[in-house]
């Protein structure tokens, strides 16, 4: 009753929160809608659940990190022991997945120069508000372009804010951002607060996004000013000064180089690393090293090559929602015909199917030593 409750109650959260559910609905290749769930959950009982435990544990791989004030040794023998709970005896518990059964969470990869839309009614009609996340798909991680990615997002960020919130008065919440991946529901508000330089990647895909919520403007009409503030932006970028870039780089640096405040939050980015797969463990000091090095005309240049709305590589994501407000706009939406370079979603999983992947970091090191 409980996880049903907190299902059913997502349709009363800010419509906001449905795109970034819509995104990451779209853009993860295993991934359930809730209205899945919703028809499952009624038909559990308590049986199931026993039944389902050993079945669950009958093959397993783990993977673990120990942090505080402990030893190499103490922790390798905890981690043997929770192994030989698994996998020793005249009766294991477990048996190892074979490599084949590894799981591999992977997402879509979006086509280059084609922006594609998905509009949808927001799930609470008496919501008048509507919101536009405008995501563009970047790289798989690799340190140069994360840099640059992450430079981009610090010094467009205040001037997207003011243009599309202080100047258009488009929505009193607009944010531009790093795209990271949703973990369940319950995650949705806590993550919209984080920093910028705590928001991290899909599951080792870069990108960026911008989101916009508004009552006065419809999805449509947000996405084109999104579209106008980057072209807009074009010219801030190249005009910037020596000095105004050197301490936009150095702020960065500065961000990277900023102790952890605790253990929590210093396991928090290890362990990141190993679920993502991408296991970059000195992470800061690289992106550190290779921000020292990165110049204004190679940022400029990502820019040309990703960001810019004209740019040939360009992969763009348009999750609108429309609010109460706006439903006769959404069916002039969902009503207008397809273009080669720009795509509608009608369905999310025929979508998903039809796009090819990225590959998975996770399952390429079988064995890790620290």
């Not at 299902?7 to 929160?17: A, G, R, S, T, W």
């Not at 040794?73 to 905890?78: G, P, T």
């Not at 503030?229 to 005009?239: A, G, H, P, Q, V």
């Not at 006769?328 to 015909?337: F, L, R, T």
Request: glycine share 4%; net charge neutral; charged share 25%.
């Amino acid at each position: 009753e409980a996880v049903m409750k907190d299902y059913q109650n997502f349709q009363f959260q800010q419509p906001y929160q449905q795109a970034l559910y819509y995104c990451s609905l779209l853009l993860s290749d295993q991934s359930w809608p809730l209205s899945d769930k919703l028809d499952v959950l009624p038909q559990l009982e308590v049986g199931h659940l026993a039944k389902f435990i050993p079945q669950i544990l009958s093959k397993v791989f783990l993977e673990g990190f120990v942090a505080g004030n402990i030893e190499a040794s103490e922790a390798e023998s905890i981690v043997k022991y929770i192994e030989d709970i698994f996998f020793e005896g005249h009766y294991p518990t477990s048996k190892p997945l074979f490599p084949s059964q590894h799981l591999a969470n992977r997402i879509i990869k979006l086509e280059k120069g084609v922006n594609v839309c998905y509009p949808v009614e927001v799930l609470n009609h008496s919501d008048e508000n509507s919101a536009l996340i405008h995501y563009v798909q970047v790289h798989r991680d690799e340190i140069k372009l994360n840099v640059k990615l992450q430079l981009f997002a610090l010094i467009a960020k205040q001037p997207a804010f003011h243009q599309l919130r202080s100047v258009e008065q488009l929505g009193y919440m607009t944010m531009l951002m790093q795209r990271f991946v949703l973990m369940s529901i319950g995650f949705f508000c806590k993550i919209i607060s984080e920093k910028l330089h705590h928001c991290r990647n899909n599951l080792g895909i870069w990108g960026m996004q911008i989101i916009v919520q508004s009552s006065v403007k419809d999805p449509a009409y947000l996405d084109a000013r999104v579209k106008a503030f980057l072209e807009i932006f074009e010219n801030t970028l190249r005009e910037m000064t020596v000095e105004e870039y050197k301490s936009n780089v150095n702020a960065l640096i500065d961000m990277k180089l900023e102790k952890y405040k605790n253990l929590k939050e210093e396991s928090s980015f290890y362990w990141r690393e190993i679920a993502d797969g991408t296991l970059r463990f000195d992470r800061k000091e690289s992106e550190v090293a290779a921000l020292r090095d990165l110049t204004h005309q190679e940022l400029i240049e990502f820019f040309d090559d990703h960001i810019k709305v004209s740019a040939l590589k360009r992969k763009t994501l348009s999750v609108e929602v429309y609010g109460g407000r706006h439903l006769e706009e959404y069916k002039v939406a969902k009503s207008e015909p397809s273009q080669p370079q720009k795509v509608r979603i009608d369905d999310i999983f025929s979508f998903r199917r039809s796009r090819p992947l990225y590959g998975s970091f996770k399952g390429v090191f079988v064995q890790m030593k620290l």
